[in-house]
């Protein structure tokens, strides 16, 4: 087995409020924004009004995972 690292991912994650975040990864020039919606805001009791739904980083690990 070869011990070299053959590549390193450099992101960013910044925590806006509540489950708002903002994360930047390789090859894409602006940031991808995480939130929650249906039933995972729901799980975490998140209200609806006061923070729109949007993508959650487990969509996104399930995106992956099928491809």
Known sequence: MNDNVV???RTRIERLRGPLRRAWVPARPDPITYGVHSEIAE???VDPEQYPPDT???DYVIAA???
Request: glycine share 24%; hydrophobic share 15%.
């Open 43 to 45: 799980h975490y009791g």
């Open 65 to 67: 995972a099928g491809g």
């Open 56 to 58: 959650t980083t487990i």
């Open 7 to 9: 590549y390193r991912s």
